[in-house]
């Protein structure tokens, strides 16, 4: 005879089960709700001084038409490209790309200037969570963070553990005083669209490993859908142009999937890489066939693997 406590046990361990299954498909489709076209507004402003005679710098506005594209999609990984689009000219920029992986075992952090080390985590850090990781125009590295969806109120959420990212593209042309921001994103979707939101300390890394804090800013970006903007341009380059992606993808990948992780030999801008790598794209869209052979040159000249993580008492 089977025990009422075995079925009671039995039953939690169903049930347990069926939540482990159902909770990453329910972040899934969170995820997925970010892809379509979107009007989308950027705003950051300083909030916290926290040196002696800082001034606080102006805020920050911008905006721009904006289509999510899905890349890959499985239970458990996505892939979301993001491609700018200029409604008068209808000239195409390729944007950020985000990719979200369950459980991941890994991802890449901002160690030092220009260098990203990949770090194991740990299954306490990872059960249950989604690990995004952002990528540059030219899908060069950027930052990871990991976190999980809630859905206080009905409302899906995701928020991240406090990583390093480096100073955006609206700041380092401009700023001097500090290399690395410590942020922590949030990620909501809402009727209108999605929303992310940035929590950033803008942060003096010294090399002694010493860390000067300066200031404080939050970050909003507000992902509006629409159906009035023609994004053909966009759809187009992307339909002419993904293949070649891919490779570039494949390259990164091959640093960015185990230790140690990647060095860029560019300067902060990563100009040296997206100039060739955007030519090789305009040129396939035109017709030409894709080189992969151009492509190692660009990652032969620019990236090399980080350097191997001093070993304690050496």
């Not at 689009?85 to 991802?107: C, F, I, L, M, N």
């Not at 952002?134 to 859905?151: F, H, I």
Request: hydrophobic share 40%; glycine share 6%.
């Amino acid at each position: 005879m089977i025990s009422a406590f075995a079925t009671t046990a039995g039953a939690q361990v169903a049930a347990a089960t069926a939540g482990a299954t159902a909770a990453p498909a329910r972040d899934h489709d969170a995820i997925l709700a970010m892809q379509g076209e979107h009007m989308v507004d950027f705003a950051f402003d300083e909030t916290v001084l926290l040196q002696p005679g800082y001034e606080r710098s102006p805020a920050m506005r911008s905006g721009g038409d904006e289509v999510v594209i899905v890349v890959e999609d499985t239970p458990t990984r996505v892939v979301l490209q993001h491609i700018l689009v200029d409604a008068r000219s209808g000239h195409v920029t390729k944007h950020w790309r985000q990719d979200w992986t369950y459980e991941a075992p890994v991802r890449f952090e901002f160690s030092a200037d220009q260098t990203w080390t990949v770090r194991a985590l740990s299954p306490e850090e990872t059960r249950g969570a989604w690990t995004q990781c952002v990528y540059e125009v030219s899908d060069a590295p950027r930052y990871c963070g990991t976190g999980k969806w809630n859905y206080d109120d009905g409302v899906a959420t995701w928020t991240s553990d406090a990583t390093w990212r480096p100073l955006p593209r609206r700041e380092y042309t401009k700023r001097d005083d500090y290399n690395a921001l410590r942020v922590v994103n949030r990620h909501t979707i809402v009727p209108a669209g999605w929303t992310h939101e940035q929590f950033n300390t803008k942060v003096l890394r010294k090399p002694d490993g010493s860390q000067v804090a300066i200031a404080r800013e939050f970050g909003f970006d507000n992902y509006q859908k629409v159906d009035d903007i023609d994004f053909t341009p966009a759809y187009d380059y992307w339909k002419a142009t993904k293949d070649f992606w891919v490779q570039v993808r494949s390259r990164w990948d091959g640093f960015l999937s185990q230790p140690p992780g990647v060095h860029l030999k560019t300067k902060i801008d990563g100009m040296a890489m997206i100039m060739p790598l955007f030519e090789q794209a305009e040129a396939i869209q035109g017709g030409a066939a894709i080189d992969e052979g151009a492509i190692d040159a660009v990652f032969a000249q620019w990236v090399e693997p980080a350097p191997a993580p001093a070993v304690a008492g050496r």
